[in-house]
């Protein structure tokens, strides 16, 4: 199951990546800031312009692991306003059948260099509280959990626990 390729998003990659959007919410729907229902209802075009500006410059970036047919993972990158040396890791996501394996750190990692080729060398991320099974993949990955602790941005009963790490 080796058979993929870590990249950065194109323009072509619009109706697959909202292929895999839909899934990701489908399977995981309080890890998202935005719900099944919503990304269902909103137009292609919508995705297409979304998935423009992520292939592109120093902001916003997304990554995509591709074997060639529908994509299997996807990481966000973006920055910080009040923290300009950080980049947010955000919309982490596997496939069920490639947890556990190489691809999360595959994406991580382009993630990173993204990051630090545009000038940020920390990265930052948010987790369910609860969801331990993110919490020990990120450690694994050299991220450390910061004591910080937020309301869910969509969820209030939820709580969200930040990790960082060196980019």
Known sequence: MDNWTVRRVTPEDAGRMRALRLEMLADSPLAFLETLAQAAARPHESYRQRIVQAAFGSGTAQFIADPGGPLIGHAGGTTLADEPGCTVVFAVYLTPAYRGG???????DAVADWSVASGRDELMLEVVVGNDRAVRAY?????????VRLPHPTVPELTELQMRRKA
């Not at 450690?139 to 004591?147: C, H, R």
């Open 139 to 147: 450690e694994k990955l050299g991220f450390a959990d910061t004591g």
């Open 102 to 108: 190489k691809v999360l750190a595959q994406m991580v």
